[in-house]
């Protein structure tokens, strides 16, 4: 065994560990330096820099970090793959800051160059008709910062516009006068920011002072010290020097617009003081600069942090992805392959109006709806807090009772006992102990005379909820005094059969003991010598009438007080003589027990029933009370000839009964507030509000989205389907899901479909089935046209069950002239005047929408008017589409001309022309959406277009769906030049129902309109000042001699 020196390697232990941690050290030296040769680098995981002190952040207030104006550019070595997204963003976007908005600049490091003219004045850039009033909906805004409406200068920093809706943006250079610490604060009316850089550069902006976050906080004018963070710390600044600073404004819709920054030096006693036009200047001069030229814009902190607010969940059921958005990008089964799957079959629907002759405007009533299936979630749910149209109630019924009535309450045990009771105790005077005994009242009360149970009062039915409950009775004239009747201890005898409620439920059903009982009642009469004629005759005695013996009884009550039905209950004031009173109960005999607690309860607890009462002029009244009225508050009337003394001596007597309450302790109360019981439960049944609707196109409801397919009935139609393309390539395709299924009801003839599967060949290649089928009901082919275009009869409707085919069902056949080009190409038709902004985000959109489909089969064609705020054709050559035009016009904005003008530059008659509008958003599948649904000679496509509401973006979207408007439109144009054109004659000085006038036109062409809701296509809310050449009055009175 050979010789290991063992003892010698443990005395130098130690050097030999320190040997091998220099080897690693020198070993991963190596390998960084080849890392970085290589372009990369090891990256450091802790969260220090190269110097080892702690990297910070400035956080604004909802704790989004913003970039530090000391904090190091990454090494130019390191991987542009890892470079962290700004919080906020979504890191897949095509454009990080904005859906469809162009790449936004770096921030501003180097600012330009300065000029001594720049003194006295800053720059301001207004952002006009954006709701809300935090900073932070500012930047939601879609053109904030690069393209604001308009760009001004301002002299000092206290702005007041005296506008609602808008945001400002304020920045510059601040020129201090002399060295030493300065504080800064900010007063605004709504929202304020202001951000100082501690050099001239833009990039090193820092947010030193604010007015709120939410949009809610404001101040006075000159009210510099209401918050704490108005006030900045003290900041060191030299007067040699300038800094760059910004100030961000939001004001809503209410309130005195203002903002305005002040400084003062860090002394004791010193008051805030507004930054003049002696310590500002420009950042740089935009006089001669396009609306289009935004290089110059500086990009700070300030512009970005924010941009959209992080929501864990969509509020728009519509935002969630749906296999629908990219279904477009999935390989097509070639259309080859599926023409003889099913049999050739006449398309010739009977809703056509080819021919007929349509008045002007009235084709709106000849547009039919599509189902869907499944379900794309176009409703707009989020929007129906104040809209609730998709139901059929009206919006004054659902705010008075809601959905109670689809709802039937359970009922506990011993539950309709005490309902029962309740509803019999319900009316104002119809408690037994307010009533004397019967021997005791001979002389004043007629006696008890059984009457029938009548169904009117006053000449007025009621309505009751159901045919088997019947009203209660209700008193007759006075019957003759020598005719015998019947005696009854109390008053009165209710019906037995409950009274109806009118809270849009039916009473509860009576016991079967109950249902026994004869209908007939027993009514109190007064004697008709005892009524109070309608003018009161001379007064009998200087106090005037003498008082009648019983004061609130039912002899004659006080008119009831008038009650508001939405006020909060006053308790009632006591009264000198009140039924159950001291004095009543001296008057009145023993009585048996009193009513229980309950029953008291109940009668409080039940409103607005109405109650046969006798008043001074009239045997019976109804008159509406509410929960909160007692009997006791129902008194003597006030008759006429009373004096001052009765008032005066009610007064003594109601002061005097106080006092002996008081005496007497704690009176037990009247009023009680409102049972609730939690434990209350119902029965409710499936409501499918969805099966009734129509497919016809309802132009009141604005938030209810496409019409939903049964799914029964469209997984029985892709069966079918399926079966008939296996039995025909041998069970080649597997179908993997159903992604949409598009379905047009024709009533005679049948169903038209637009099926869109999701296969699998057996290869394993995953493909994408579009194609129109039709299920034609049985005979219904005996009327068809042979398909030469001509107008087709109407055809008895047949029920699907008598089908010739064995299996009892319709047919399923291949319609013919209806099949969509996926390789046509779409022509988008713009005209444009003074809209710069708009249209650098609509060309970013088509550019956008360019790389995300890989679709070069479009074309964008822009018709100018003249535009003065920037150069549209150098605009349309820059932008990286596959194809544009430009077409220039002179003279005023005529949409029609322009619409006109842009197909006629269209050369292909087999194309597509989609007239469109500039302020859209597009999905990645509008190309998609356009080609299925445009069939030459068949088809065209007026998609409905979300038109968000102000303050709103994609992101948020909230609005309504624009189910009058038919401007964006898709059409074959051998289609459109077969039906005219635009109609440039009479709409040549204005806009606004040419495409209702083309809509008449296209539909008498014997064309369908294909209308639906589409996800994700939205109707940018934009200012209309400046549209169009239009002057404002100030410019006018200006240019005026």
């Excluded at 004397?436 to 009117?456: I, K, M, R, S, W």
């Excluded at 006020?567 to 159950?580: E, I, K």
């Excluded at 779409?826 to 809209?835: A, D, E, L, R």
């Excluded at 964008?860 to 990286?880: G, Y």
């Amino acid at each position: 065994m050979p010789w290991f020196p063992v003892k010698k390697i443990r005395k130098q232990i130690k050097l030999l560990l320190l040997l091998l941690l220099l080897t690693c050290a020198a070993w991963l030296t190596y390998v960084h330096l080849s890392l970085v040769r290589q372009g990369r680098a090891l990256r450091q995981r802790l969260g220090y820099g190269r110097d080892g002190e702690k990297l910070s952040g400035v956080t604004d207030g909802r704790g989004i970090r913003a970039a530090l104006s000391t904090q190091r550019a990454e090494d130019s070595s390191e991987s542009r793959e890892e470079e962290r997204v700004p919080e906020g963003r979504d890191p897949d976007a095509l454009f990080p800051w904005g859906a469809g908005r162009p790449l936004s600049l770096n921030l501003t490091r180097q600012a330009p160059s300065w000029r001594e003219e720049y003194k006295g004045q800053v720059n301001l850039h207004v952002f006009e008709d954006w709701c809300g009033g935090a900073v932070g909906h500012l930047r939601r805004n879609l053109h904030f910062p690069l393209f604001p409406h308009t760009r001004t200068t301002v002299k000092k920093l206290a702005v007041s516009p005296k506008w609602k809706n808008y945001g400002l943006r304020i920045f510059g250079f601040i020129h201090p006068a002399r060295d030493g610490d300065v504080q800064f604060s900010v007063a605004s009316d709504d929202n304020s920011e202001f951000w100082l850089s501690p050099t001239e550069s833009p990039a090193g902006a820092q947010l030193v002072a604010f007015v709120g976050k939410t949009g809610s906080e404001w101040t006075a004018p000159g009210e510099f010290t209401k918050f704490s963070s108005q006030v900045s710390k003290p900041r060191r600044l030299m007067a040699s020097r300038r800094y760059y600073f910004e100030l961000l404004h939001k004001q809503d819709d209410r309130g005195s617009d203002h903002v305005e920054v002040g400084w003062r030096a860090f002394l004791p006693g010193l008051k805030f003081e507004v930054i003049g036009s002696a310590h500002i200047s420009l950042y740089t001069d935009e006089s001669a600069l396009k609306m289009d030229h935004v290089a110059h814009v500086p990009q700070s902190p300030a512009s970005h942090v924010g941009g959209r607010l992080l929501q864990e969940e969509p509020r728009a059921d519509m935002l969630r992805p749906d296999p629908r958005d990219t279904f477009f990008l999935t390989p097509r089964v070639e259309p080859w392959s599926l023409e003889n799957v099913l049999e050739p079959c006449t398309y010739a629907p009977t809703y056509v109006v080819k021919d007929f002759p349509i008045a002007r405007y009235q084709g709106l009533q000849f547009v039919y709806l599509s189902f869907v299936y499944p379900n794309d979630h176009t409703r707009l749910t989020h929007m129906e807090t104040d809209n609730k149209c998709f139901y059929r109630e009206s919006p004054l019924y659902l705010e008075r009772f809601g959905f109670y009535k689809y709802m039937k309450m359970d009922r506990e045990e011993g539950e309709e006992d005490e309902e029962e009771e309740v509803q019999r105790r319900a009316f104002l005077f119809l408690n037994p102990d307010d009533f004397l005994d019967d021997e005791d009242d001979g002389e004043l009360l007629d006696g008890l005379e059984p009457t029938e149970a009548p169904g009117t009062q006053g000449g007025r039915r009621l309505a009751a909820p159901t045919e088997a409950l019947a009203t209660p009775a209700l008193p007759t004239p006075p019957a003759l005094l020598g005719r015998p009747t019947p005696r009854r201890s109390r008053a009165l005898s209710w019906a037995a059969r409950p009274l109806p409620l009118f809270w849009g439920r039916a009473p509860p059903p009576r016991p079967a003991a109950a249902a026994e009982r004869p209908p007939k009642v027993y009514v109190t009469r007064v004697r008709p010598g005892l009524r109070v004629p309608p003018r009161a005759p001379a007064p009998l005695s200087p106090h005037g009438p003498p008082r009648p013996p019983f004061p609130g009884v039912f002899l004659r009550p006080r008119p009831l007080p008038r009650v508001q039905l939405r006020a909060r209950p006053r308790p009632p004031r006591a009264r000198g003589h009140r039924t159950g009173g001291p004095q009543a109960a001296k008057l009145r005999p023993p009585a048996p027990a009193p009513t229980t607690q309950g029953s008291r309860e109940g009668q409080a607890r039940e409103p607005e029933l109405t109650a046969p009462t006798t008043d001074s002029n009239y045997s019976s009244e109804a008159q509406p009370v509410t929960s909160f009225l007692s009997l006791s508050q129902v008194s003597r009337p006030q008759l006429p000839g009373e004096n001052e003394d009765d008032e005066e001596g009610a007064q003594g007597e109601e002061a005097a009964l106080e006092d002996s309450e008081e005496k007497a302790g704690p009176v037990r109360g009247r009023w009680r507030e409102d049972a609730i019981n939690w434990q209350r439960t119902f029965s409710v049944g499936s409501v499918d509000f969805e099966m009734l609707r129509s497919d016809w196109n309802d132009l009141r409801c604005n938030v209810s989205g496409n019409l939903q397919l049964q799914e029964a009935e469209a997984v029985d139609v892709v069966a079918q389907y399926m079966e008939r393309l296996n039995a025909r390539h041998g069970g080649r395709y597997a179908l993997l899901r159903i992604v949409n299924v598009e379905k047009r009801r024709d009533s005679a003839r049948g169903s038209r479909f637009l099926l869109e599967l999701e296969l699998q060949e057996r290869g394993g290649r995953r493909l994408r089935l579009s194609e129109y089928v039709f299920l034609r009901l049985p005979r219904a082919h005996a009327s068809d046209t042979d398909g030469d275009g001509e107008s087709p009869e109407p055809a008895p409707a047949v029920s699907p069950a008598a089908s010739a085919h064995p299996d009892g069902r319709p047919e399923l056949c291949r319609p013919l002239r209806l099949a969509w080009r996926q390789d046509v190409m779409v022509h988008f038709i713009v005209p444009v005047k003074n809209q710069a902004r708009w249209v650098v985000q609509f060309l970013a959109d088509m550019a956008a929408l360019h790389v995300r489909t890989g679709d070069s089969r479009f074309s964008v064609i822009l018709v100018d008017f003249e535009s003065e705020d920037m150069d549209v054709e150098r605009a349309l050559r820059a932008a990286p589409l596959p194809r544009y035009q430009y077409l220039r016009r002179t003279g005023n904005f005529e949409r029609s001309a322009g619409l006109q003008a842009g197909v006629a530059a269209v050369e292909d008659a087999s194309s597509i022309v989609f007239l469109c509008d500039l302020h859209i958003h597009f999905p990645p599948s509008i190309l998609d959406g356009i080609r299925k649904h445009c069939v030459e000679g068949k088809l065209a496509f007026a998609p409905v277009v979300m038109r968000l509401g102000c303050g709103s973006s994609p992101g948020d979207p909230h609005g309504y769906w624009e189910v009058n408007g038919f401007g964006l439109f898709g059409i074959y144009k051998s289609d459109f030049d077969r039906i005219g054109g635009m109609n440039t004659e009479e709409f040549r000085d204005q806009w606004g129902g040419e495409d209702w006038e083309l809509l008449d036109r296209v539909l008498q062409a014997g064309l369908e309109v294909e209308r639906l809701r589409v996800r994700n296509f939205y109707h940018h809310f934009h200012s209309k000042r400046g549209m169009w050449g239009v002057r404002s009055r100030k410019a006018a009175r200006k240019e005026a001699p």
